[in-house]
């Protein structure tokens, strides 16, 4: 089993859809989560961690459920530019050390 | 802004040559990592670093190895570079409990 799993898509939303991604992780005693953003041939760029309490900016909302350790985003009022990979990160000690790992990505893309 | 710079956009090398990786990043990051991405397999971890002259194999170690001598440096090292290699190669560091910042990846070809 992976470490990190995401559903692959393709998600094929239209303009001011709202749609979610999930990740779940099997790692009970990771510490730490966060999703990226990957345009097509470009580096992931953090687009924002993902706190206990659940984070919020702007359009964007992401919740973490330890319980059923699954990490989730939530795109509102999708734009044309939301189109691209989301990957989900998990950072957590593996024999005393901080690992990240990543899934593979969900691909989004947002259509007029 | 965080910078995390890497040597080159693209390479490409021959069978068997030793190939360096280097990355730079310049905010005093303890953790640096480097992955390489492949269509469908996504980023997977070659090697971490967690401080200066410390490293940890990821989950796809074999046939690398890293070098991290000063804190904002950590360089990943092809021994005998093969096809099977060629790839996206990206290097991120962090804060210990902080998300990565990735450098703009190197585009590695092996022939």
């Known amino acids: 089993r992976k470490e990190v799993e995401q559903d692959p898509g393709p998600f094929n939303v239209p303009e001011g859809a709202t749609v979610a991604f999930n990740c779940t992780y099997s790692?009970?005693?990771?510490?730490?989560f966060f999703w990226y953003r990957q345009d097509c041939r470009k580096e992931p760029k953090l687009l924002m961690s993902?706190?206990?309490s659940g984070n919020e900016d702007g359009r964007f909302t992401a919740q973490l459920n330890r319980a059923s350790q699954y990490i989730s985003l939530l795109i509102r009022d999708s734009k044309l530019s939301d189109s691209a990979t989301y990957l989900c990160?998990?950072?957590?000690?593996?024999?005393?050390?901080?690992?990240?790992?990543f899934g593979a990505g969900t691909r989004l893309a947002v259509h007029p | 802004d965080v910078k995390v710079t890497q040597s080159s956009r693209y390479l490409v090398k021959r069978t068997g040559e030793k190939v360096f990786l280097e990355c730079v990043q310049d905010?005093?990051?303890?953790?640096m990592f480097w992955y390489r991405q492949d269509p469908g397999l996504g980023l997977r971890l070659i090697y971490f670093?967690?401080?200066?002259?410390?490293?940890e194999k990821g989950d796809i170690p074999e046939g690398y190895s890293v070098s991290r001598e000063k804190k904002e440096r950590f360089s990943l090292i092809l021994e005998s570079a093969s096809t099977n290699q060629t790839s996206m190669y990206l290097c991120?560091?962090?804060?210990?409990?902080?998300?990565?910042?990735f450098g703009q990846g190197t585009r590695l070809t092996v022939v």
């Open positions: 991120a560091s962090s804060f210990p409990a902080d998300g990565a910042f």
């Open positions: 790692n009970s005693a990771s510490q730490s």
């Open positions: 993902v706190y206990s």
């Open positions: 990160a998990v950072k957590g000690f593996s024999g005393g050390y901080n690992k990240l790992i």
């Open positions: 905010m005093d990051h303890e953790n």
């Open positions: 670093s967690y401080d200066v002259k410390m490293k």
